[in-house]
């Protein structure tokens, strides 16, 4: 590879909003996206919210011509809504599903059916290796009373952890998606302090679109606005994070997002707005150590956000623990009830009422031992998301006990690769 190797990638992120039935003129909008897409010529078009293969093979049909390599990534009852559409050939692809993804229970919800993934496709672009990240993580319902900010943050975890460690062979590492995470929420900061992933709005010095970044505004039609009432300029939940390793560096040469509208008029593509970004890999220039200051204050944050985490988490077992402990006594109470009616029905007193109650406690006794599976099988994934952050947060101590000479690869998740940026 030589010297002066330069290399400008052009990448779309968009949740679609494509839920059967549910989305307002759905098939329109992916019609006019298609179009969009196929006029762009983007190097890669990252989506969520592709309920329905259906879309997917019209997309895949539609932009075969521009975008001859397409995924679509599989997962749960309805699916991961995930897709992929790339102007260069995909070496390989794979996906994570998520261990903990919202209660069954809450139908109106509907996440646990879907099987929330991470997808990763794998690319090698003038012998550069780019490995790009697409997901998207359990919503959030009410933020004042968020009863999926434990599964949320375990989410985040396996996805920073899933990048760790799938990306060692990588030259450089593109995350795109609906994190569902404001910037300053928990987990959007595991995520980037455990992988060193940069924000793409952050780090650009040339954007255009929406006031803050916001990628659900109040201008859009098809967005609720009462749930955006507290935030009077949209929030920032979808986002493009990047870095760069051995031996090269990244930068995001610009940042583009549409603002309740189609990019060129007309209805918007979907409830959220796109993200357009032109990004350019370089050579690195040759890297300086970091001063022991620096290297203390990475560990002191890094720290700080896995005992946040930690003790979120705590807290999501505990809960998981008593709803599983409620529902166990409920099934003891159900076996008592079941073994009296059954003892009343043989002894032929009052054996029509034991009869016509025996559906009924046997459908308490089935949903109460549901819930208990299902509860126990929460704790027990929480639980194993919380011993990964305590290992992970013990040796992050040792080492900042053991000053500036440690730099240990366990707290540098993030290599020192993707320090320098030319804008």
Same mark, same amino acid.
């Given at each position: 590879?030589?010297?002066?190797?330069?290399?400008?990638?052009?990448?779309?992120?968009?949740?679609?909003?494509?839920? *059967?039935?549910?989305?307002?003129?759905?098939?329109?909008?992916?019609?006019?996206?298609?179009?969009?897409?196929?006029?762009?010529?983007?190097?890669?078009?990252?989506?969520?919210?592709?309920?329905?293969?259906?879309?997917?093979?019209?997309?895949?049909?539609?932009?075969?011509?521009?975008?001859?390599?397409?995924?679509?990534?599989?997962?749960?009852?309805?699916?991961?809504?995930?897709?992929?559409?790339?102007?260069?050939?995909?070496?390989?692809?794979?996906?994570?599903?998520?261990?903990?993804?919202?209660?069954?229970?809450?139908?109106?919800?509907? /996440?646990?059916?879907?099987?929330?993934?991470?997808?990763?496709?794998? !690319?090698?672009?003038?012998?550069?290796v780019l490995n790009a990240y697409v997901t998207h993580l359990h919503a959030e319902y009410n933020r004042q009373k968020d009863i999926y900010l434990a599964h949320r943050?375990?989410?985040?975890?396996?996805?920073?952890?899933?990048?760790?460690?799938?990306?060692?062979?990588?030259?450089?590492?593109?995350?795109?998606?609906?994190?569902?995470?404001?910037?300053?929420?928990?987990?959007?900061?595991?995520?980037?302090?455990?992988?060193?992933?940069?924000?793409?709005?952050?780090?650009?010095?040339?954007?255009?679109?929406?006031?803050?970044?916001?990628?659900?505004?109040?201008?859009?039609?098809?967005?609720?606005?009462?749930?955006?009432? *507290?935030?009077?300029?949209?929030?920032?939940?979808?986002?493009? !994070?990047?870095?760069?390793?051995?031996?090269?560096?990244?930068?995001?040469?610009?940042?583009?997002?549409?603002?309740?509208? /189609?990019?060129? =008029?007309?209805?918007?593509?979907? /409830?959220?707005?796109?993200?357009?970004?032109?990004?350019?890999?370089?050579?690195?220039?040759?890297?300086?150590?970091?001063?022991?200051?620096?290297?203390?204050?990475?560990?002191?944050?890094?720290?700080?956000?896995?005992?946040?985490?930690?003790?979120?988490?705590?807290?999501?077992?505990?809960?998981?623990?008593?709803?599983?402990?409620?529902?166990?006594?409920?099934?003891?109470? =159900?076996?008592?009830?079941?073994?009296?009616?059954?003892?009343? $029905?043989?002894?032929?007193?009052?054996?029509?009422?034991?009869?016509?109650?025996?559906?009924?406690?046997?459908?308490?006794?089935?949903?109460?031992? $549901?819930?208990?599976?299902?509860?126990?099988?929460? $704790?027990?994934?929480?639980?194993?998301?919380?011993?990964?952050?305590?290992?992970?947060?013990?040796?992050?101590?040792?080492?900042? /006990?053991?000053?500036?000479?440690?730099?240990?690869?366990?707290?540098?998740?993030?290599?020192?690769?993707?320090?320098?940026?030319?804008?």
């Amino acid at each position: 590879m030589k010297p002066n190797f330069s290399l400008r990638l052009r990448i779309f992120n968009l949740n679609c909003w494509g839920i *059967p039935y549910l989305s307002k003129h759905r098939g329109d909008r992916v019609k006019r996206l298609g179009d969009f897409l196929n006029m762009e010529s983007f190097d890669l078009a990252l989506l969520e919210e592709v309920w329905s293969e259906q879309d997917f093979q019209y997309l895949r049909q539609k932009l075969l011509p521009t975008y001859p390599a397409a995924h679509y990534f599989r997962s749960g009852i309805i699916g991961s809504g995930l897709c992929v559409f790339s102007k260069h050939p995909i070496q390989e692809f794979t996906q994570h599903v998520y261990t903990l993804n919202g209660y069954p229970y809450m139908i109106h919800h509907g /996440d646990w059916f879907c099987g929330k993934a991470v997808g990763l496709l794998v !690319l090698h672009l003038s012998g550069l290796v780019l490995n790009a990240y697409v997901t998207h993580l359990h919503a959030e319902y009410n933020r004042q009373k968020d009863i999926y900010l434990a599964h949320r943050v375990a989410q985040a975890w396996e996805l920073a952890q899933f990048i760790h460690h799938t990306s060692k062979k990588a030259d450089v590492v593109l995350l795109c998606g609906d994190l569902n995470l404001h910037p300053k929420d928990l987990g959007c900061r595991l995520l980037k302090e455990w992988t060193g992933l940069r924000d793409a709005y952050l780090e650009t010095r040339d954007f255009k679109g929406s006031e803050e970044g916001c990628t659900m505004v109040p201008e859009n039609c098809y967005v609720n606005q009462q749930e955006l009432e *507290p935030f009077p300029f949209g929030i920032r939940i979808d986002y493009v !994070l990047y870095k760069a390793v051995s031996g090269f560096y990244i930068s995001c040469k610009a940042l583009r997002t549409t603002i309740g509208h /189609d990019p060129h =008029g007309g209805t918007p593509l979907s /409830d959220h707005e796109a993200l357009m970004a032109t990004l350019c890999v370089r050579h690195s220039p040759p890297q300086h150590t970091p001063s022991p200051t620096h290297g203390s204050a990475e560990r002191s944050r890094l720290i700080s956000v896995l005992k946040e985490a930690w003790a979120e988490l705590d807290l999501g077992m505990a809960q998981a623990r008593w709803w599983a402990a409620f529902a166990g006594y409920v099934i003891g109470l =159900g076996l008592l009830l079941v073994a009296l009616l059954c003892t009343l $029905a043989a002894g032929g007193r009052v054996r029509e009422v034991a009869i016509l109650l025996w559906t009924p406690s046997v459908g308490l006794l089935l949903g109460a031992g $549901a819930v208990y599976l299902f509860h126990m099988q929460e $704790a027990k994934g929480l639980s194993r998301v919380w011993a990964e952050l305590q290992h992970v947060l013990g040796r992050a101590r040792e080492a900042q /006990d053991l000053g500036p000479e440690s730099q240990p690869a366990l707290l540098l998740g993030q290599q020192e690769g993707d320090r320098s940026e030319e804008q």
